[in-house]
DNA sequence: TATAAAACATACAGCGTGTATGAAAATGGA
DNA sequence: TCCATTTTCATACACGCTGTATGTTTTATA
């Protein structure tokens, strides 16, 4: 793999993805135009398309960055956690919080499972922030840890779920910051009872 | 109110709604095309956009539709409870059940966000099930049968998309019939656990 | 240095949405 | 009953956007 050719290769299609993120980050998917794209990434249509397969393909590699980067947040904080249900309390607690950004909050949560299929986008899920929690979930049962009965992938897609939802509503742009405030307190401590229900 | 007039007016109108709904689930938003909708219903364009303001209007009526039938399911699952939190259990699970149709999953739970923006999304679903769940659990609340720390609308977010991910999850296509009734036993019960964690 | 491949630019075809305008059916009043 | 008006839908068209086909330039290789 020749030097000069894949430095430009890689920073034409860091560049696309750059502004694509912020596109649709900014006005969604289906409002965002390949062209206003190509043109604020200072390239031009052909370049897109010889990266991409097409405007689906593109938003998929911008879909797969964010999960990449909310697991980052996630192992980040559960990493030094001195037991594995602490691990998950942190985790749990560093995913909502990775989720209140915006751009992540409309690309991975709103815009992912209706542009690639909730098939695809779990796919994609379960490589990073949805893997971690159900191996979480899996070693904390080995361990004793979690309740006999309970059933780690059961769980994983019902807390998944729940975080989603709630982050989703901690990040409306609508809501006063005193009132976020307040649901971002009980969101949590409810967030960990539900844990504290499966656990020991 | 004239009397052909309105029964034209209906006729029609339904019909559009009719064909659309089984687009829109069958296909997704982005992928059916209005002038499919328009020839299978029997009349053209014009017609489309005389009863809707555009394509993203008349989505958002079989959204609507959608989330009415849910909660039609779910009253008719919880009215002859003998208790509130007993009537909450059941209400849960037939909102499963609801979901486990093909068509209220890909129409309420995938592309309803997506195409409304979570915010009307959630509007919507507030008018019906999730405006009964919330309210449930308030009634509960002011009977001490929730703990006394759990905060209603909290719980009905986490809640909500718990239910909305297991719907998903035990909807998908690609899930054999033993797995699928198997995660669906496994999920209930997780979820009716869920539920007790805050009762009192 | 010549040739091939890679990386991107340009031009164009086709589809789908929305709008503007026209036609038919139904209502209400004289 | 007949005409005027409104409702309800049909037709025609303009525009934007996507994807593809082809051309051009740069880099690697022999």
Chains 1, 2 share one sequence.
Not at 15 to 34: K, P, R
Not at 151 to 158: F, H, K, T
Request: with cysteine; glycine share 6%.
């Amino acid at each position: 793999m020749p030097e000069k050719r894949q430095k430009r290769y890689e920073e034409t299609r860091d560049q696309l993805l750059e502004v694509a993120w912020a596109e649709f980050a900014a006005n969604g998917f289906a409002q965002t135009s390949t062209e206003n794209v190509v043109r604020e990434a200072g390239v031009t249509r052909g370049a897109l398309y010889y990266h991409f397969k097409d405007k689906t393909d593109m938003f998929r590699a911008v879909v797969d960055l964010a999960h990449i980067r909310i697991l980052s947040r996630i192992e980040d904080a559960s990493a030094s956690a001195p037991s594995i249900t602490e691990g998950l309390r942190r985790g749990c607690l560093a995913f909502l919080d990775a989720c209140s950004s915006p751009d992540i909050r409309q690309i991975a949560l709103i815009d992912g499972p209706s542009v690639l299929g909730w098939a695809e986008w779990r796919e994609i899920d379960t490589k990073h922030g949805f893997g971690a929690l159900r191996d979480g979930l899996t070693e904390a049962k080995r361990q004793k840890a979690l309740r006999a009965d309970a059933d780690p992938m059961a769980l994983a897609y019902l807390l998944s779920g729940a975080m989603n939802e709630a982050a989703l509503a901690l990040s409306d742009p609508e809501l006063s910051k005193t009132r976020r405030s307040n649901l971002r307190r009980s969101m949590e401590a409810a967030l960990l009872s539900m844990l504290a229900a499966f656990e020991t």
